[in-house]
């Protein structure tokens, strides 16, 4: 099956301060997703980004689905970002297939 | 906005005993699962469910767990006999297509003792 993975495994940032978090995967897929789980372990969906650019406020993702790899960017911090930020794709191209998770990026914003 | 929602917030049992955790899917939802999360762990995929049966489940999933859906909203997981190792994050997700977005509930937090 499929495999995720993330870099870095854990971010210190100055309140302010912009971020890159890195995604990569080892198939090609049809879907990819960025989520954000806060201290309190809910998991809040950023981006449903399979291919291409998006944006959301201060957050934006990239997917290049043709190099695998999805990028999330995150600009001038908050203290509230912090978290852990996982990417999941489908296990496998087509039908009912489960997402497959990385094992995230902890971020922590420090004021 | 729609959301997943997800009953209770948090579960503390003594092992043993049955727990049921519960979940309403978004209405117009069709594809139902269920991810757990070890404290400090990856999100892993457990079951998923289509057109009121399991469509693939992981080897997680055992014996000692069973998925329901007993009326057109709820969607309910079941362990008939928890033991410390199942104590973990239970999140529910649902979608309208397969293998498209999955929205995912705040999840339940389960506690063995």
């Known amino acids: 099956g499929i495999q995720v993975e993330q870099s870095p495994p854990d971010l210190i940032l100055q309140e302010g301060a912009n971020s890159t978090l890195r995604c990569n995967f080892s198939d090609s897929v049809n879907n990819l997703q960025w989520f954000h789980q806060n201290p309190w372990g809910q998991l809040i969906n950023l981006f449903y980004i399979p291919s291409g650019t998006k944006q959301n406020g201060r957050l934006s993702a990239t997917t290049v689905a043709t190099e695998r790899y999805s990028l999330l960017y995150i600009s001038s911090s908050q203290t509230t970002d912090s978290g852990v930020y996982f990417c999941a794709a489908p296990g496998s191209w087509g039908g009912n297939t489960p997402l497959v998770f990385g094992k995230g990026t902890r971020l922590s914003v420090i004021a | 906005e729609p959301e997943v929602t997800q009953t209770p917030s948090h579960q503390v049992t003594q092992m043993g005993q049955e727990v049921i955790l519960r979940c309403v899917p978004i209405?117009?939802?069709?594809?139902f699962y269920w991810y757990r999360q070890i404290l400090g762990q990856k999100v892993e995929f457990l079951v998923s469910?289509?057109?009121?049966?399991?469509?693939?489940k992981s080897e997680i999933f055992d014996d000692q767990f069973s998925v329901e859906r007993p009326d057109g909203s709820n969607f309910t997981l079941k362990i008939r006999s928890t033991k410390l190792e199942d104590s973990a994050m239970y999140f529910c997700?649902?979608?309208?297509?397969?293998?498209?977005?999955?929205?995912f509930g705040p999840g339940t937090r389960l506690t063995v003792l």
């Open positions: 997700a649902s979608g309208v297509l397969a293998g498209n977005e999955q929205f």
């Open positions: 209405s117009n939802h069709l594809y």
């Open positions: 469910f289509y057109n009121n049966e399991i469509s693939e």
